[in-house]
Protein backbone atom coordinates (compact mmCIF):
# COMPACT_ATOMS: atom_id res chain seq x y z
CA UNK A 1 0.00 0.00 0.00
CA UNK A 2 1.38 3.65 -0.77
CA UNK A 3 1.99 5.73 1.83
CA UNK A 4 3.10 9.87 1.83
CA UNK A 5 6.24 8.61 2.79
CA UNK A 6 7.06 6.40 0.22
CA UNK A 7 9.20 7.94 -2.32
CA UNK A 8 8.54 5.13 -5.61
CA UNK A 9 5.04 4.00 -6.16
CA UNK A 10 5.20 0.17 -7.11
CA UNK A 11 2.01 -1.00 -9.30
CA UNK A 12 1.10 -4.54 -10.16
CA UNK A 13 -1.75 -4.84 -12.36
CA UNK A 14 -3.76 -8.37 -12.37
CA UNK A 15 -5.95 -9.48 -14.94
CA UNK A 16 -7.86 -12.32 -13.44
CA UNK A 17 -9.13 -15.41 -16.05
CA UNK A 18 -6.58 -17.21 -16.99
CA UNK A 19 -3.94 -15.35 -15.23
CA UNK A 20 -5.22 -15.10 -11.76
CA UNK A 21 -7.95 -18.08 -11.82
CA UNK A 22 -7.66 -21.15 -14.02
CA UNK A 23 -9.03 -21.08 -17.78
CA UNK A 24 -12.52 -23.79 -16.74
CA UNK A 25 -13.05 -20.80 -13.46
CA UNK A 26 -14.92 -18.07 -13.75
CA UNK A 27 -14.14 -14.88 -11.94
CA UNK A 28 -15.96 -15.85 -9.23
CA UNK A 29 -13.81 -19.13 -8.51
CA UNK A 30 -10.73 -18.78 -5.66
CA UNK A 31 -7.29 -17.40 -6.42
CA UNK A 32 -6.07 -19.90 -4.02
CA UNK A 33 -2.47 -19.39 -3.44
CA UNK A 34 -2.02 -16.23 -5.79
CA UNK A 35 -4.57 -14.67 -3.80
CA UNK A 36 -2.00 -15.02 -0.62
CA UNK A 37 0.83 -13.65 -2.41
CA UNK A 38 -1.39 -10.57 -3.74
CA UNK A 39 -2.43 -10.08 -0.06
CA UNK A 40 1.17 -10.31 1.23
CA UNK A 41 2.31 -8.12 -1.81
CA UNK A 42 -0.19 -5.23 -0.44
CA UNK A 43 0.80 -4.98 2.64
CA UNK A 44 4.08 -4.02 2.04
CA UNK A 45 4.68 -0.14 2.30
CA UNK A 46 5.07 1.24 -1.59
CA UNK A 47 3.34 -1.51 -3.50
CA UNK A 48 -0.02 -1.09 -4.69
CA UNK A 49 -1.93 -4.39 -6.47
CA UNK A 50 -4.99 -3.57 -9.08
CA UNK A 51 -6.94 -5.90 -10.78
CA UNK A 52 -7.26 -4.87 -14.12
CA UNK A 53 -10.36 -6.99 -16.08
CA UNK A 54 -13.00 -7.04 -18.65
CA UNK A 55 -15.57 -7.96 -15.36
CA UNK A 56 -17.82 -5.20 -14.20
CA UNK A 57 -16.71 -3.42 -11.07
CA UNK A 58 -19.71 -5.74 -8.52
CA UNK A 59 -17.51 -8.35 -9.24
CA UNK A 60 -13.81 -6.87 -8.92
CA UNK A 61 -14.90 -4.92 -5.88
CA UNK A 62 -15.83 -8.30 -3.68
CA UNK A 63 -12.46 -9.93 -5.14
CA UNK A 64 -9.90 -7.09 -4.45
CA UNK A 65 -11.32 -7.24 -0.69
CA UNK A 66 -10.60 -10.12 -0.04
CA UNK A 67 -6.31 -9.84 -0.52
CA UNK A 68 -7.21 -5.96 0.52
CA UNK A 69 -6.79 -4.16 -2.56
CA UNK A 70 -7.98 -0.84 -3.16
CA UNK A 71 -8.33 -0.13 -6.47
CA UNK A 72 -9.92 -2.02 -9.62
CA UNK A 73 -10.12 -1.36 -13.41
CA UNK A 74 -13.20 -2.47 -14.75
CA UNK A 75 -14.44 -3.20 -18.01
CA UNK A 76 -11.33 -3.60 -19.83
CA UNK A 77 -9.87 -0.09 -19.29
CA UNK A 78 -13.14 1.82 -19.36
CA UNK A 79 -13.41 3.31 -15.82
CA UNK A 80 -11.60 2.43 -12.75
CA UNK A 81 -12.91 2.69 -8.98
CA UNK A 82 -11.35 3.12 -5.38
CA UNK A 83 -13.20 0.81 -2.91
CA UNK A 84 -15.95 2.56 -1.61
CA UNK A 85 -15.95 6.14 -3.81
CA UNK A 86 -17.54 6.70 -7.33
CA UNK A 87 -16.02 5.18 -10.36
CA UNK A 88 -14.37 7.18 -13.13
CA UNK A 89 -15.26 6.52 -16.31
CA UNK A 90 -12.76 7.61 -19.14
CA UNK A 91 -13.87 8.65 -22.75
CA UNK A 92 -17.22 9.22 -24.22
CA UNK A 93 -19.82 7.22 -26.57
CA UNK A 94 -22.07 6.22 -23.29
CA UNK A 95 -25.16 7.62 -25.33
CA UNK A 96 -24.20 5.39 -28.14
CA UNK A 97 -24.09 2.18 -26.61
CA UNK A 98 -27.99 2.64 -25.56
CA UNK A 99 -28.84 3.60 -29.20
CA UNK A 100 -26.79 0.36 -29.71
CA UNK A 101 -28.84 -1.51 -27.10
CA UNK A 102 -31.82 -0.39 -28.43
CA UNK A 103 -31.02 -1.12 -32.36
CA UNK A 104 -30.16 -4.51 -30.72
CA UNK A 105 -33.77 -4.85 -29.14
CA UNK A 106 -32.43 -4.46 -25.42
CA UNK A 107 -33.19 -2.20 -23.13
CA UNK A 108 -31.04 0.28 -21.62
CA UNK A 109 -30.90 -2.04 -18.33
CA UNK A 110 -31.29 -5.59 -20.11
CA UNK A 111 -28.50 -8.11 -18.97
CA UNK A 112 -28.12 -11.96 -18.56
CA UNK A 113 -29.88 -14.25 -21.07
CA UNK A 114 -31.32 -12.55 -23.90
CA UNK A 115 -33.16 -12.14 -27.30
CA UNK A 116 -31.46 -9.88 -29.79
CA UNK A 117 -32.70 -8.88 -33.12
CA UNK A 118 -30.16 -9.22 -36.23
CA UNK A 119 -31.50 -8.64 -39.74
CA UNK A 120 -35.06 -9.67 -39.10
CA UNK A 121 -33.73 -12.39 -36.99
CA UNK A 122 -33.66 -13.45 -33.51
CA UNK A 123 -31.05 -14.98 -31.68
CA UNK A 124 -30.56 -15.72 -27.69
CA UNK A 125 -27.32 -14.43 -26.47
CA UNK A 126 -25.80 -13.10 -22.96
CA UNK A 127 -25.61 -9.63 -22.06
CA UNK A 128 -22.54 -9.78 -19.42
CA UNK A 129 -23.77 -8.07 -15.91
CA UNK A 130 -22.84 -4.50 -15.56
CA UNK A 131 -24.91 -2.28 -12.77
CA UNK A 132 -23.80 0.50 -14.90
CA UNK A 133 -24.35 -0.49 -18.24
CA UNK A 134 -22.59 2.53 -19.99
CA UNK A 135 -19.16 1.93 -20.17
CA UNK A 136 -19.12 -1.57 -22.32
CA UNK A 137 -21.44 -3.89 -24.30
CA UNK A 138 -20.57 -7.58 -23.39
CA UNK A 139 -22.08 -10.36 -25.34
CA UNK A 140 -21.36 -14.12 -25.18
CA UNK A 141 -23.87 -16.07 -28.13
CA UNK A 142 -21.98 -19.63 -28.01
CA UNK A 143 -23.46 -21.42 -25.05
CA UNK A 144 -20.52 -24.07 -24.84
CA UNK A 145 -17.93 -21.37 -23.26
CA UNK A 146 -20.05 -19.95 -20.67
CA UNK A 147 -21.91 -23.29 -19.69
CA UNK A 148 -20.76 -22.92 -16.13
CA UNK A 149 -22.63 -19.14 -16.11
CA UNK A 150 -25.51 -19.26 -18.06
CA UNK A 151 -27.88 -22.01 -20.11
CA UNK A 152 -28.92 -20.55 -23.33
CA UNK A 153 -29.89 -21.23 -26.77
CA UNK A 154 -27.47 -19.10 -28.96
CA UNK A 155 -27.45 -19.70 -32.66
CA UNK A 156 -24.92 -17.52 -33.62
CA UNK A 157 -21.43 -17.95 -33.60
CA UNK A 158 -18.93 -14.96 -32.16
CA UNK A 159 -17.62 -14.02 -35.53
CA UNK A 160 -20.81 -13.22 -37.30
CA UNK A 161 -21.87 -11.57 -34.32
CA UNK A 162 -19.16 -9.57 -34.45
CA UNK A 163 -19.41 -8.59 -38.26
CA UNK A 164 -22.96 -7.63 -37.56
CA UNK A 165 -22.63 -5.19 -34.89
CA UNK A 166 -20.02 -3.94 -36.64
CA UNK A 167 -21.93 -2.92 -39.59
CA UNK A 168 -24.85 -1.68 -37.51
CA UNK A 169 -21.86 0.91 -36.29
CA UNK A 170 -21.03 2.24 -39.48
CA UNK A 171 -24.65 2.23 -40.60
CA UNK A 172 -25.48 4.45 -37.72
CA UNK A 173 -22.61 6.35 -37.32
CA UNK A 174 -21.88 5.59 -33.76
CA UNK A 175 -18.74 6.69 -31.52
CA UNK A 176 -17.81 2.68 -30.66
CA UNK A 177 -15.88 0.11 -31.66
CA UNK A 178 -15.99 -3.94 -31.87
CA UNK A 179 -13.29 -5.82 -30.52
CA UNK A 180 -12.25 -9.00 -32.01
CA UNK A 181 -14.05 -11.73 -30.21
CA UNK A 182 -12.45 -13.45 -26.89
CA UNK A 183 -10.94 -16.94 -26.43
CA UNK A 184 -13.66 -17.13 -23.89
CA UNK A 185 -16.11 -16.31 -26.86
CA UNK A 186 -16.85 -12.73 -25.33
CA UNK A 187 -17.63 -9.94 -28.46
CA UNK A 188 -17.33 -6.39 -26.55
CA UNK A 189 -18.33 -3.21 -27.97
CA UNK A 190 -16.10 -0.66 -26.34
CA UNK A 191 -16.58 3.35 -26.66
CA UNK A 192 -14.03 5.63 -27.44
CA UNK A 193 -10.91 7.37 -25.60
CA UNK A 194 -8.50 9.84 -27.24
CA UNK A 195 -9.56 9.40 -30.21
CA UNK A 196 -8.97 5.70 -30.36
CA UNK A 197 -11.07 2.69 -29.13
CA UNK A 198 -10.71 2.12 -25.09
CA UNK A 199 -8.98 -1.28 -24.31
CA UNK A 200 -6.09 -1.52 -21.15
CA UNK A 201 -3.73 0.34 -22.96
CA UNK A 202 -5.95 3.02 -20.45
CA UNK A 203 -3.61 1.66 -17.52
CA UNK A 204 -1.12 4.21 -17.24
CA UNK A 205 -3.43 7.25 -17.66
CA UNK A 206 -5.77 5.64 -15.01
CA UNK A 207 -2.52 5.76 -12.07
CA UNK A 208 -2.00 9.39 -13.40
CA UNK A 209 -5.19 10.13 -12.79
CA UNK A 210 -4.82 8.68 -9.10
CA UNK A 211 -1.44 9.60 -7.61
CA UNK A 212 -1.07 13.08 -10.00
CA UNK A 213 1.82 13.72 -7.48
CA UNK A 214 3.72 11.14 -6.96
CA UNK A 215 6.59 11.23 -9.38
CA UNK A 216 8.29 8.04 -9.58
CA UNK A 217 5.96 5.65 -10.72
CA UNK A 218 6.78 1.87 -11.71
CA UNK A 219 3.77 -0.27 -13.52
CA UNK A 220 3.90 -4.01 -14.26
CA UNK A 221 1.14 -5.53 -16.38
CA UNK A 222 0.53 -9.61 -15.80
CA UNK A 223 -1.94 -10.73 -18.23
CA UNK A 224 -2.29 -13.98 -20.65
CA UNK A 225 -4.73 -12.80 -23.32
CA UNK A 226 -4.95 -10.91 -26.29
CA UNK A 227 -7.17 -8.15 -24.51
CA UNK A 228 -4.28 -7.38 -22.11
CA UNK A 229 -1.50 -6.55 -24.27
CA UNK A 230 -2.51 -2.98 -24.82
CA UNK A 231 -1.93 -2.41 -21.18
CA UNK A 232 1.51 -4.72 -21.23
CA UNK A 233 2.82 -2.94 -23.88
CA UNK A 234 1.87 0.51 -22.86
CA UNK A 235 4.30 3.16 -22.64
CA UNK A 236 5.85 3.23 -19.50
CA UNK A 237 4.37 -0.29 -18.83
CA UNK A 238 6.43 -3.39 -18.25
CA UNK A 239 4.81 -6.78 -19.08
CA UNK A 240 4.59 -10.11 -17.90
CA UNK A 241 2.92 -13.03 -19.34
CA UNK A 242 3.46 -16.66 -19.37
CA UNK A 243 4.50 -19.67 -21.12
CA UNK A 244 1.07 -20.98 -22.24
CA UNK A 245 0.32 -17.46 -23.85
CA UNK A 246 -0.60 -17.63 -27.50
CA UNK A 247 2.93 -17.12 -29.41
CA UNK A 248 1.55 -14.64 -31.76
CA UNK A 249 -1.04 -12.46 -30.33
CA UNK A 250 0.27 -12.36 -26.69
CA UNK A 251 3.92 -13.49 -25.79
CA UNK A 252 5.40 -12.12 -29.48
CA UNK A 253 4.42 -7.93 -28.93
CA UNK A 254 5.35 -8.72 -25.10
CA UNK A 255 8.75 -9.64 -25.93
CA UNK A 256 8.53 -6.48 -28.65
CA UNK A 257 7.85 -4.36 -25.47
CA UNK A 258 11.07 -5.77 -23.54
CA UNK A 259 8.52 -7.42 -21.61
CA UNK A 260 8.61 -10.80 -19.31
CA UNK A 261 7.43 -14.39 -20.47
CA UNK A 262 7.73 -16.91 -17.36
CA UNK A 263 9.13 -20.59 -18.23
CA UNK A 264 6.52 -21.52 -15.48
CA UNK A 265 2.61 -21.77 -16.95
CA UNK A 266 -0.05 -19.54 -14.57
CA UNK A 267 -2.52 -22.53 -14.43
CA UNK A 268 -1.29 -26.51 -15.14
CA UNK A 269 -4.33 -28.99 -17.04
CA UNK A 270 -5.25 -32.16 -15.12
CA UNK A 271 -5.81 -35.31 -16.27
CA UNK A 272 -9.02 -35.58 -15.23
CA UNK A 273 -9.85 -31.81 -17.09
CA UNK A 274 -9.49 -29.50 -14.17
CA UNK A 275 -6.72 -27.18 -13.41
CA UNK A 276 -3.66 -25.95 -10.88
CA UNK A 277 -1.86 -23.50 -10.05
CA UNK A 278 1.20 -23.51 -12.18
CA UNK A 279 3.43 -21.07 -10.44
CA UNK A 280 3.53 -18.57 -13.42
CA UNK A 281 2.64 -15.34 -11.35
CA UNK A 282 4.72 -15.92 -8.58
CA UNK A 283 7.84 -17.12 -11.17
CA UNK A 284 6.02 -13.15 -12.67
CA UNK A 285 6.67 -11.32 -9.59
CA UNK A 286 10.16 -13.12 -8.62
CA UNK A 287 11.32 -11.74 -12.03
CA UNK A 288 10.54 -8.18 -11.26
CA UNK A 289 12.33 -8.48 -7.90
CA UNK A 290 15.14 -10.06 -9.10
CA UNK A 291 15.62 -7.65 -12.24
CA UNK A 292 15.49 -4.16 -9.83
CA UNK A 293 11.38 -3.34 -10.22
CA UNK A 294 11.24 -3.23 -6.39
CA UNK A 295 14.55 -1.25 -6.11
CA UNK A 296 15.05 -2.02 -1.68
CA UNK A 297 12.25 -3.76 -1.04
CA UNK A 298 13.43 -6.54 -3.36
CA UNK A 299 14.61 -9.70 -0.35
CA UNK A 300 10.54 -8.35 1.28
CA UNK A 301 9.57 -9.69 -2.58
CA UNK A 302 11.53 -12.28 -2.88
CA UNK A 303 11.51 -13.66 0.70
CA UNK A 304 7.21 -14.13 -0.19
CA UNK A 305 7.87 -15.74 -3.95
CA UNK A 306 9.62 -18.09 -2.12
CA UNK A 307 6.97 -18.46 0.83
CA UNK A 308 4.32 -19.22 -2.39
CA UNK A 309 6.33 -21.62 -4.28
CA UNK A 310 7.02 -23.94 -1.01
CA UNK A 311 3.32 -23.85 -0.45
CA UNK A 312 2.71 -24.53 -3.98
CA UNK A 313 4.92 -27.70 -3.59
CA UNK A 314 3.26 -28.67 -0.15
CA UNK A 315 -0.31 -28.49 -1.99
CA UNK A 316 1.02 -30.46 -4.63
CA UNK A 317 2.45 -33.22 -2.52
CA UNK A 318 -0.45 -33.29 -0.87
CA UNK A 319 -2.40 -33.70 -3.89
CA UNK A 320 -0.39 -36.84 -5.02
CA UNK A 321 -0.19 -38.63 -1.70
CA UNK A 322 -4.45 -38.24 -2.25
CA UNK A 323 -3.95 -40.09 -5.35
CA UNK A 324 -1.90 -42.54 -4.35
CA UNK A 325 -4.69 -43.25 -1.17
Not at 47 to 57: A, C
Request: net charge negative; charged share 20%; hydrophobic share 40%.
Amino acid sequence: MFTPSDSTLYILSFDIDGTLTGPDYSIYGIFGIYETLLRELQQISGIEVILNSGKPFHVLSANAARFGGRYIIASNGAAYQALGSERVVFGGGSEDLVMLRALLGLSPHDEGVKEIQLDGASYEVVVEEDEYHDTVLCLFSEPEWVSHRWTFKGGIDRMTLYLHLRNLIADHHLKLHVLQPHGDGAVDVVRIHNEKPIDKSTLPDMVDTIWPDVPNIRIAMFGDGSNDVPAMTATGVLGVTFSESDEARVIAPVLRHRGIVTSLPAWVKHANGGYQTGGGVIEGVKILAERGFFDHKKQKVLKLCERAFKKMSSEASSELIGLEL
